[in-house]
Every structure is written in structure tokens, then in C-alpha cells.
């Protein structure tokens, strides 16, 4: 087995990476030259970490370069010979686990964390997974590593619908009462226009980028967070994709008021970001129920729309989807 390194700001993309991408159905973040977009414009850059055999790619990682105390230096060097560096196993822009393995061997993780820490030296004080499912956590647990749960769970919607007539008849008579109530008040609303579609070429992603940081901005920062604020440059080139779908909600002056971003897949959509100018619940609701009408027209088997805000997710039928973070002491990364 041999595992390279690449840093998307530089290298180019790995032997064989876009066909590994295509054949196991990899969602929108990983993909090579977005990855790229992401690497420079982070305090943090991914590597993506890539292990082949007999001239195939059989599994990866994308890998936060962690150092304390960097503060808003953008675009570190490549190597941290001399600093104290923690590896973060993260796709930031996901909400998911950071590596993809899908035999899933045991010794290919190894393998793969071997390539980490041939690269980053004896200054990893240790690498931590984020976000794993916790069917995946045997793969990257083990004797001396520190596995705990992530609170709160993430939030997944099990598409067991054949309309969306069954899906409105599974929730309480209050929220489907509220549903149809915010599809009337959105419907007869003349100074919104609404467009959710694929490829969009006419939004702004540094519009976007500062919609999102003012709307975020209002819940504070999450505790040990390794991401930087998502750049306007990644939204521009993240929107045009024919994978993600953009749902923009605009005023007579087609300024965007709110927004959400839908990475398509074959099996389990994601409800990536979501941002509004002023407090609209109403539109918050409309956003995930489009969604869910979304995978149930096109057969998704499931939708992901992240952490915050189960209750209410939970009342338009999604579930708790139990995660893990595994820390891996230096020592111990690769054994």
C-alpha cells in the first residue's frame, strides 16, 4: 500500500482521486479543486491524504492542519517541522467524518494516519476524528484512544415516504397544520420570490459568505471550532456546481434575505448551510420542507441537515443520528 500527501494549494489532485470520487458517490466538499478553494482561504488548510493499492485509490483523508496560537495568519507554509500541530480528520463544510474508507480495513486507516504523521513530524501532539458516525467508530477506536460522543447528535430524515401527502400525515396535527400555513403565507407573499436550483450562476457568494457570518455571528462561536468563517470565493465556486443545489429567498430589490445550500446525492442528500437577514422562522421551516419534498420526489433514501436545532427538525420527522469524536494521542497515531 502506498500513501501519498497533497496540499490542494499546490499539488495535483491525486492519481485516480476524481474516479475514487464518481464511483463511491462522494459528496461535493471533496472534491479536489474545492478543496482547494477552501485551502487557501483557511487559518487551518486541509491536506487530503490518500492511500492506493495495486494502482487504485482505497481510501482517503482530509486532514485540518491545527496550530495553536496561529491566530488570523491565512495561508501557512506547507510543513510545522518546529510547531506543536493537532491534526483534525474533518470535511468542515460537511458536518460529517473526514475519511472514507470503504472496505472498511482497519489497516488502511493506519496506514492513512501514517501518511499523517510522516508529514507533520514529531511536532503532532495527536490527531482527532470529528463528527464519526458511530458505525464508523471501530474503525479509527482502539487501545488508548479517547472515544466520546457528540452532543447534540446530528439529524437525519429516514425517506420512508411514497408522497409527500404520507410525510405530512406522519407529523402531530399542529406542525402539519403549521406547514401548510407557512406554504400559504410564503405563496401569497408578493414581495418574496423563492427559486431553489442546481448550477446557479446568479447569486453572489460573497453575499452569501456575509449573510452567513452576520447569521451565525448571532449564536457565537462553537467551543474548539478549527474552521475559519466560509469565504465568498468557496460559495461562488460551491453554487455553480450541477451537485448543489441553492434555495434563495429575495425581496422586490432581489436582495437575497435568506438562503440554504443542498449537496445532492444518490443516497443521502445534505443540508449544508443555512442563513437568513432577519428573524424569519417561517422561512426556516419552508427550507427544510422543501428539502424533504425534494427527497421524496427524486427517491433519496435519506436527508442529513446537521446538529442545531433538533427540536424543531425533529418535529418535521428527522432522528437523532448518534456521532463520536475519537482522540488519538501522538504516540499512537498509526498503531
Not at 88 to 106: A, M, N, T
Not at 189 to 195: E, F, H, I, K
Not at 246 to 256: P, R, W
Request: net charge positive.
Amino acid at each position: 500500500m502506498n500513501v501519498t500527501v497533497h496540499d490542494p494549494r499546490h499539488d495535483p489532485p491525486p492519481t485516480g482521486w476524481s474516479g475514487f470520487v464518481a464511483r463511491h458517490h462522494l459528496h461535493a466538499p471533496w472534491d479536489y479543486a474545492l478543496m482547494g478553494v477552501e485551502a487557501w482561504l483557511s487559518r487551518n488548510p486541509p491536506l487530503l491524504v490518500v492511500a492506493h493499492a495495486d494502482g487504485e485509490v482505497v481510501g482517503a483523508m482530509a486532514v485540518m492542519v491545527c496550530v495553536p496560537g496561529r491566530g488570523d495568519n491565512y495561508a501557512p507554509p506547507r510543513t510545522h517541522r518546529l510547531t506543536p500541530t493537532v491534526a483534525q480528520v474533518y470535511q468542515p463544510w460537511l458536518g460529517g467524518e473526514g475519511f472514507v474508507v470503504p472496505s472498511g480495513d482497519v489497516e488502511v486507516v493506519r496506514a492513512l494516519e501514517k501518511g499523517v504523521r510522516a508529514r507533520l513530524g514529531p511536532p503532532l501532539l495527536g490527531l482527532v476524528y470529528r463528527n464519526v458516525p458511530a458505525s464508523l467508530a471501530p474503525m479509527v477506536a482502539g487501545r488508548g484512544r479517547l472515544v466520546r460522543p457528540v452532543t447534540p447528535a446530528a439529524s437525519v430524515l429516514e425517506n420512508r415516504f411514497a408522497d409527500e401527502d404520507e410525510w405530512l400525515a406522519s407529523l402531530s396535527r399542529n406542525r402539519r397544520k403549521n406547514v401548510r400555513r407557512i406554504d400559504r403565507l410564503i405563496a401569497a407573499d408578493t414581495s418574496l420570490a423563492v427559486r431553489f436550483a442546481a448550477a446557479r450562476s446568479d447569486v453572489d457568494g460573497t453575499v452569501l459568505a456575509g449573510l452567513l457570518r452576520t447569521h451565525r455571528a448571532k449564536f457565537g462561536g462553537q467551543p474548539f471550532d478549527p474552521r475559519t468563517p466560509v469565504a465568498g470565493a468557496y460559495l461562488a465556486a460551491a453554487v455553480r456546481r450541477a451537485d448543489v443545489h441553492t434555495l434563495t429567498y429575495s425581496d422586490v430589490d432581489g436582495q437575497v434575505v435568506a438562503f440554504s445550500t443542498y449537496l445532492d446525492h444518490p443516497v443521502t442528500p445534505v443540508l449544508q448551510f443555512w442563513a437568513s437577514r432577519e428573524d424569519r422562522g417561517h422561512l426556516y421551516f419552508d427550507c427544510h420542507a422543501r428539502a424533504i419534498r425534494h427527497v421524496i420526489a427524486t427517491g433519496r433514501r435519506q436527508l442529513s441537515a446537521g446538529r442545531a436545532k433538533f427540536e424543531q427538525k425533529e418535529s418535521l420527522g428527522f432522528g437523532a443520528y448518534p456521532m463520536r469524536v475519537v482522540g488519538v494521542p501522538g504516540p499512537l497515531v498509526g498503531r
